[in-house]
């Protein structure tokens, strides 16, 4: 099974600044990789898709990039609302989700 | 207007067998494959499997041997089946799908299930 290693599991960051959360992939998943926000008490919502899709209604500070084995989600300007945990997920060979990055406002 | 909805008992004692129901709407469950994903409290999301269009199904190989997915087509249902329920099975359990063009983009709102005595 591939493994999914995501870090930093927690990060803080003040508001306008840039955000950057990585994936580590176990074996090559060819940009088989989404990320998904998910808000206390709610259902992850996708972010992007395909390593650097952006879903509609997604705003465009979010980004995301990588190959490989090494994938990276950026937040160019980071708001009040990003509050949230963020997961990757591979889905080149079955589906593995990331631990997950907790990220909140300094 | 498609939605995903689970439902099952909110408490399930240990050694006993989980049974839960995705009931789905909007959508025919020979046209779009649904997976269970479960998150402990205060931790990560889990694959669990998934049942294709088809009627076959693929597990993560660290649950297969406790669990089983199965689906009535008529009555727009996917259910979960897991046993040997120990408290490191309390998590809340989502249904998703693949119902726009990517995998996890359409999710249920989620059941908790509390495993205790």
């Known amino acids: 099974d591939i493994q999914m290693t995501q870090s930093p599991s927690f990060l803080s960051a003040s508001v306008g600044d840039r955000v950057t959360i990585n994936c580590k992939a176990s074996?090559?998943?060819?940009?088989?990789l989404n990320w998904y926000q998910q808000k206390l008490g709610e259902a992850p919502k996708l972010l992007i898709y395909?390593?650097?899709n952006l879903q509609t209604g997604i705003p465009s500070r979010f980004s995301g990039s990588g190959s490989g084995t090494d994938y990276t989600l950026t937040i160019s300007s980071l708001q009040p609302e990003d509050v949230a945990t963020y997961f990757c997920?591979?889905?080149?060979?079955?589906?593995?989700f990331g631990s997950g990055t907790k990220l909140e406002i300094k | 207007q498609v939605q995903l909805k689970e439902s099952g008992p909110g408490l399930v004692q240990p050694s006993q067998t989980l049974s839960l129901t995705c009931t789905v709407s909007?959508?025919?469950?020979?046209?779009?494959?649904v997976s269970w994903v479960r998150q402990p409290p205060g931790k990560g999301l889990e694959w669990m499997g998934v049942?294709?269009?088809?009627?076959?199904?693929a597990y993560n190989s660290l649950l297969k041997s406790r669990l089983s997915i199965s689906r009535d087509i008529s009555k727009s249902q996917v259910f979960l089946k897991m046993n040997s329920l120990q408290t490191e099975d309390t998590a809340t359990y989502y249904c998703?799908?693949?119902?726009?063009?990517?995998?996890?983009?359409?999710w249920g709102q989620g059941v908790m299930v509390t495993v205790s005595s």
């Open positions: 997920l591979q889905h080149s060979s079955r589906f593995t």
């Open positions: 395909n390593t650097n």
């Open positions: 049942i294709w269009t088809g009627g076959s199904t």
């Open positions: 074996q090559n998943i060819n940009k088989y």
């Open positions: 909007g959508f025919s469950l020979t046209s779009y494959h």
């Open positions: 998703a799908s693949k119902l726009g063009a990517h995998y996890f983009d359409y």
